[in-house]
């Protein structure tokens, strides 16, 4: 949605920790070009080279490619911050999509991508930099043009330089009610203040002010410049670009456009201070959250694990504590009603320390019982750094890290490309292909060198809870929090003893699998054209497709069980609140199964009950029947139900604390789609009861009709024998019945919707006037049309916020435009008079469009609805888009690609007149100053509805 964008708010947690844990020393030169032998199952070819300036590339050759891609990571980021200036380098991101020498328009990058079905993005972190696009694949090569010249000659046009400083303030303001950020806020406080962890990394209106920080010295621009020339050289750059063109093609594509990048000496990192000062340990602090959180995060500084990315001695450890199986440390809590949630990995990894945090997410006992539960992980932590065992489990997880690579699924070639270059800045070139999955040998003396800092006296405690009180407010985010030095070491007590007492590392795991055949070639269809076949001899509607396209032993087991009354407020909420129990439940386990590379999935949605099952086949009907029979069980435990109904609660009272933009977009599907708000859930959730639960999943489950979708790795007796499972737990073959999507009256609409915050946010809805393919088809291309310039209109020129989209919005069937702005600074009435303004130019700019745009439109619309499947999942995924619309022959997409091919000049100038003059419109407003009340009556007025068969 945004093009820049910072990597603090972009990569969850479980990313970092993935991202961070490839640690070790990048390939510095290398004599000749080296072709790298990827998995077995990526049939795309590889090429790493350096150039004569010292930037080092790889090049990926896939002739089958929809998409071709490129990403260039530059080994500078936020540690990088000049002090005073802070945020430089993250405000020098944003800048270098404002215009280069060959380029000068504003946005023509972004224009010339978007316009052919691309995508592009950029984020900063603590030591680096990733720029990446993805266009369609013909053209690669015009896109690399002005790509490349990013790097050897952007302009940091004064006019853009003042006008994007706004950008980043919009987005530090984005963000100051965000918990995470809040919360590494006061981390970074703490933080020794010589270490560049303690930096502002953001950037805001005194950090980037234009006039100089001190007499004489450097305006914004030119310390821009400065930094730009002292980082941004090819000795820094790693640089990943994949394509349909061959190795010797992409090569010389390489060459000519970034042999200019200008050469220089490689600046030596920043971390030469350790990340917290003597004495600061032990502690605890106390913080204070926006949203009703709480968490127990016990914090240690480890020694730096950059140069054992082969042994990975942390995933290892992170492996082992983070477990959920049967007797781990959140099994025993959650049993104990103390716990929800735990996570544990690498939160930092530098050329200082590593950051190893376990944290524990509390219910209110748990809160009550925090000091126990500090000392119950000390405890586990001992109890897995002393297990006799740790070999074994070494190997376990080596050998599972090899599966994964030896049957490595590819996605996007996008992600493929900016997860390449970012691991070039870690692992030696010749290893960046299977480095992230080596474990090259267990060595006890590395791991006692990590686990023996894991002491009491080597931690911070991070409690974070509104009750708690608070005497400190951070420097930036407003964060408020209470920092206690040298805090006593609890005792465990009798019940913490007996919790200790009953933790127990896993047993081998029984779900890694020991078949990995394919299935014989004669019983599979790996065409690109083969699809499901309904089974005749299956006792209820059940599809199946033998493949094995991919060259991997796996597959998908979808288990759809639909229900007349699904869009129901009464099945929304208890079928959700059931689904968390089941998933509860079955958590310990199945977690083994999880780790062994299958995974599962349980939804309550608006047409009845989803259940997924993937991953290696060999032991997925294992875990087909486990969540059957959960699913099933009226072994209802009340424990359990309190603690879930309770979790619940709190999710939906802190749901008013996400961005209102996103609020906004959540309102309006589930306005069209049937769904219900947070107020409306909180209210029946109250008032739920075990004995009411029981009853109504009783009659509820009595009532889905089911429908089953098997494909992969699996024959079709095995599809049958799973047909046979679901119709013996699910009988019911009546008709399932219809589901609802919303029409909007057809006039002009306003709704208010409170957030808490200091944002405002606006969203205009256009529907499309019909369901059919037709309009379908000229909603898509007038989305298309229209996406680059209210983006560069309202954000990159007038700088409403930081957050401005216009994109499509289908609801099932029924298409529609959504328009949306989120501002810190700019009042509802300024947003929505801006978006009208825009609008209202759409007619004179429609009067200009010609057949040639017209078809790179269509191009561009047809090529991202088309992309062919990169994976199982997706193809997958396909499958089920198809039978949802109640498509048999699965070919919706198809049918709406020659939909887009058909439309003719006059059809979508005729399109985008109507978005200028549409009545059926809904505005949708957000601001922290409107009644609250009103959000009970945010639904438009709606005529009789489209109604589709389930």
């Known amino acids: 949605m945004m093009q820049a964008m910072s990597q603090l708010g972009r990569l969850t947690a479980l990313a970092v920790i993935a991202t961070l844990l490839l640690a070790g020393c990048s390939g510095d030169h290398i004599g000749a070009a080296i072709e790298l032998d990827p998995s077995p199952t990526d049939s795309r070819s590889y090429r790493a080279f350096t150039l004569d300036n010292g930037l080092t590339a790889l090049v990926i050759s896939d002739p089958s490619a929809d ?11 936020n540690y990088a911050s000049p002090r005073g200036r802070e945020g430089l380098p993250h405000f020098l991101e944003h800048m270098l999509f404002l215009g280069t020498d060959r380029y000068p328009e504003v946005n023509s990058y972004g224009e010339f991508i978007d316009q052919r079905g691309g995508s592009k993005n950029a984020y900063t972190s603590h030591r680096n930099t990733n720029y990446y696009f993805d266009i369609n694949a013909d053209h690669l090569e015009p896109a690399l043009d ?41 981390l970074r406080e703490l933080a020794n203040p010589a ?13 980037l002010r234009e006039e100089p920080l001190q007499e004489g010295g450097l305006t914004l621009r030119e310390e821009l410049l400065a ?29 000519a456009k970034f042999s200019e990048v200008p050469a220089g000496p490689r600046v030596a990192n920043s971390e030469q201070s350790p990340l917290f000062l003597p004495g600061a340990l032990p502690a605890e602090v106390h913080f204070r ?41 959140l099994d025993v809590l959650r049993r104990a009603g103390w716990a929800n949630g735990l996570s544990a990995g690498s939160a930092l990894s530098d050329a200082s320390a590593t950051l190893f945090v376990v944290t524990v997410e509390l219910t209110p006992a748990g809160l009550e019982n925090r000091a126990v539960i500090a000392e119950l992980v000390q405890h586990w ?65 590395l791991f006692e060198r990590f686990s023996s800092a894991l002491t009491p006296a080597n931690r911070l405690l991070m409690v974070t809870s509104q009750s708690l009180p608070v005497d400190r407010t951070a420097a930036y985010f407003g964060s408020q929090y209470r920092l206690i030095e040298q805090p006593p070491v609890a005792a465990l007590g009798a019940g913490g003893q007996r919790l200790a007492e009953s933790l127990r590392l896993p047993p081998a795991n029984p779900y890694i699998p020991s078949q990995l055949a394919l299935l014989d070639s004669g019983q599979v269809d790996n065409s690109d054209s083969a699809v499901p076949e309904r089974l005749s001899a299956a006792p209820i509607e059940a599809w199946h497709l033998a493949t094995t396209r991919y060259d991997v032993p796996r597959g998908h087991i979808i288990v759809q069980l639909q229900h007349q009354r699904a869009q129901s407020l009464q099945a929304a909420l208890y079928g959700e609140l059931l689904m968390r129990m089941v998933r509860d439940r079955v958590n310990d386990s199945l977690y083994p199964a999880v780790e062994a590379g299958l995974n599962f999935s349980l939804a309550s949605e608006g ?35 309190e603690r879930v109904r309770q979790s619940y609660i709190e999710d939906l009272d802190n749901a008013k604390r996400a961005f209102p933009f996103r609020q906004l977009l959540a309102v309006l599907s589930l306005s069209v789609e049937g769904g219900w708000l947070a107020a409306e859930q909180r209210q029946l959730l109250e008032e739920a009861s075990l004995e009411k639960l029981a009853d109504w999943a009783g009659e509820f489950r009595a009532a889905l009709v089911p429908r089953l979708l098997v494909s992969g790795n699996f024959s079709r007796a095995e599809a049958e024998q799973f047909a046979i499972q679901v119709a013996a737990r699910y009988p019911n073959r009546a008709e399932p019945g219809s589901f609802e999507i919303a029409r909007l009256a057809e006039r002009p609409q306003t709704s208010q919707y409170w957030a808490p915050g200091n944002n405002q946010a606006a969203l205009l809805y256009l529907p499309a006037a019909d369901d059919s393919l037709a309009t379908r088809a000229t ?52 947003i929505q008079a801006a978006v009208d303004e825009f609008i209202a130019a759409q007619p004179a700019r429609a009067a200009a469009l010609d057949e040639a745009q017209l078809a790179q439109l269509k191009a561009s619309v047809v090529g991202r609805i088309t992309e062919q499947p990169k994976n199982l999942a997706e193809l997958n995924g396909r499958f089920f888009e198809s039978l949802m619309f109640a498509e048999p022959g699965f070919d919706f997409r198809q049918q709406v690609a020659a939909a887009v091919t058909a439309v003719s000049l006059d059809e979508l100038r005729a399109a985008l007149l109507l978005v200028s003059n549409q009545q059926r419109r809904w505005w949708l407003l957000s601001a922290p100053d409107l009644d609250p009340e009103a959000n009970l009556s945010v639904r438009p007025e709606r005529t009789e509805p489209y109604r589709y068969p389930l």
Request: cysteine-free; overall charge negative.
């Open 779 to 830: 909603t898509l291309l007038a989305s298309e049309w229209l996406a680059n310039p209210f983006y560069t209109e309202l954000r990159t020129e007038r700088q409403l916020g930081y957050v401005v989209a216009a994109v499509p919005r289908n609801f099932y069937r029924l298409a529609g435009i959504a328009m949306v702005v989120q501002s810190p600074d700019y009042s509802l009435e300024a």
């Open 67 to 77: 998409k071709a891609a490129a990403s260039l990571d530059v080994a500078v980021g």
């Open 289 to 329: 959250p926006e949203a009703d959180l709480r968490e127990l995060s016990v914090i240690y500084p480890l020694p730096t694990s950059e140069a054992y990315w082969q042994q990975k001695p942390i995933n290892f450890l992170a492996g082992l504590v983070g477990s959920e199986a049967s007797g781990s440390l």
């Open 607 to 641: 047409r009845g009950w989803r259940l997924i099952v993937g991953g290696f086949s060999q032991k997925q009907p294992l875990v087909l029947a486990a969540l059957l029979d959960a699913l099933e069980s009226n072994d209802f435990d009340r424990a359990r139900f």
């Open 146 to 186: 002005r790509f490349s010249r990013f790097f050897v000659a952007p302009l940091f046009t004064d006019e853009y330089v003042e006008r994007e400083r706004n950008a980043v303030y919009s987005e530090y303001q984005l963000h100051l009610k965000n918990d995470p950020w809040r919360q590494r806020y006061v």
């Open 381 to 445: 932590l001992e109890l897995v750094a002393g297990d006799d065992n740790l070999a074994r489990r070494y190997q376990e997880q080596a050998d599972l890290l090899q599966l994964a690579f030896q049957f490595e699924e590819q996605g996007a070639m996008v992600d493929r490309v900016s997860r390449l270059a970012d691991t070039l800045q870690r692992l030696p070139v010749e290893r960046v292909l299977d480095g992230p999955y080596q474990m090259s040998g267990w060595d006890a003396e």
């Open 195 to 207: 270490h560049p962890y303690s930096l502002f990394m953001v950037g805001d209106l005194d950090t």
């Open 227 to 255: 930094f730009y020339q002292r980082y941004y050289i090819a000795e820094q750059m790693k640089l990943v670009v994949g394509g349909r063109e061959s190795l010797d093609e992409l090569e010389a594509m390489v060459r």
